[in-house]
């Protein structure tokens, strides 16, 4: 069954060599929702911004991969500096909770 499902928020790390080797994992990971082709998730967005890596993503996918890409972010965010990213779980973008991982 699909999910909605929303992450939102930035992690900052101490290098730009941490930020891009965190954000190469992000992307590269196949149990996450940001290596899926872009025309199966539209708006989902992550960036590298020197130091810091933005996610701005949003859409449907199977509970199993939500919940392994909040894994990751996670693992992500035990390296970073500091940083706050909100994810929300739902059926659609109005019945559903959010959860934040803060560093």
């Known amino acids: 069954m699909s999910i909605y499902y929303k992450f939102k928020g930035s992690l900052t790390y101490t290098t730009?060599?941490?930020?891009?080797?965190?954000f190469e994992?992000?992307?590269?990971d196949k149990k996450g929702v940001f290596w899926l082709p872009k025309q199966y998730l539209p708006s989902k967005e992550?960036?590298?911004?020197?130091n810091?890596?933005?996610?701005?993503?949003?859409?449907?996918?199977g509970g199993?991969?939500?919940?392994?890409?909040?894994?990751l972010i996670r693992e992500s965010?035990?390296?970073?500096?500091?940083?706050?990213?909100?994810?929300?779980?739902?059926?659609?973008?109005?019945?559903?909770?959010?959860e934040y991982i803060l560093v």
């Open 16 to 22: 730009k060599e941490e930020a891009g080797k965190q």
């Open 25 to 28: 994992n992000l992307l590269n």
């Open 46 to 50: 992550i960036f590298l911004e020197g």
């Open 52 to 61: 810091k890596i933005r996610i701005d993503s949003e859409g449907f996918c």
């Open 64 to 71: 199993e991969s939500y919940y392994d890409t909040q894994g």
């Open 77 to 98: 965010a035990q390296t970073a500096k500091s940083g706050k990213v909100k994810c929300y779980e739902g059926y659609d973008e109005n019945d559903g909770s959010y």
